[in-house]
């Protein structure tokens, strides 16, 4: 699994249940401009600005509590 998210020019994040980033690719430090280290650990609301921070937990409680794949398309700024 980590060479897929590796290789791919696509963006790959995974979040906790508290929604903490816990590893984002290369093509997330490519989107966003800044390494993915600084992602890991932190929560959208401490990234985000606050109603983006909201809609993105909203969509990923939605995910967890339908226990299966939605595809969302969602755009973000960082503060």
Known sequence: LTSVVTATDDLV???DAD???L???AAGERLFGRP???FV???DAELFDAALAAELRANDLEVMAAGVPRRYEES???D
């Open 36 to 38: 993915a280290a600084s």
């Open 23 to 25: 590893l984002m690719n």
């Open 13 to 15: 994040f995974a979040k």
């Open 19 to 21: 929604g903490r980033y």
């Open 41 to 43: 650990g932190r929560t």
């Open 76 to 78: 973000t700024v960082l």
